[in-house]
Nanobody, 122 residues
Framework: QVQLQESGPGLVRPSQTLSLTCTVS??????????WSWIRQPPGKGPEWMGV???????YYSPSLKSRTTISRDTTKNQFFLQLTSVTPEDTAVYYC??????????????WGQGTQVTVSS
């Protein structure tokens, strides 16, 4: 059973950097065929895919966020990370780490962390 858990500060000041960690258990982030994504959901809005780091270490980002987003990993700890720079209150959301699998021509998000609330406020 793959499990993911987000951790990091719940409050970030405007203009600062949001940093989150996802700890994965029950499977390796280096296993062929999987990606490891960050998805966020602002209050009252739908989920927004932010980016992914693949099993081989390649990363890809949503065009609307790529200038501010970095996804990295530590394979020795089976963790991957999110950094979002220059945050504003519009970045307030529940942030999820998710396993990303391409199967039968579409992306499947079967395993999710529980989500962590991040508020951007002065």
């Amino acid at each position: 059973q793959v499990q993911l858990q987000e951790s990091g500060p719940g409050l970030v000041r405007p203009s600062q950097t949001l940093s989150l960690t996802c700890t994965v258990s029950g499977g390796s982030i280096r296993t062929n065929g999987y990606g490891w994504s960050w998805i966020r959901q602002p209050p009252g809005k739908g989920p927004e895919w932010m980016g992914v780091i693949l099993y081989d270490g390649a990363s890809y980002y949503s065009p609307s966020l790529k200038s501010r987003t970095t996804i990295s990993r530590d394979t020795t700890k089976n963790q991957f990370f999110l950094q979002l720079t220059s945050v504003t209150p519009e970045d307030t959301a529940v942030y999820y780490c998710v396993r990303d699998e391409y199967s039968n021509g579409y992306y499947e998000y079967e395993y999710w962390g529980q989500g962590t609330q991040v508020t951007v406020s002065s």
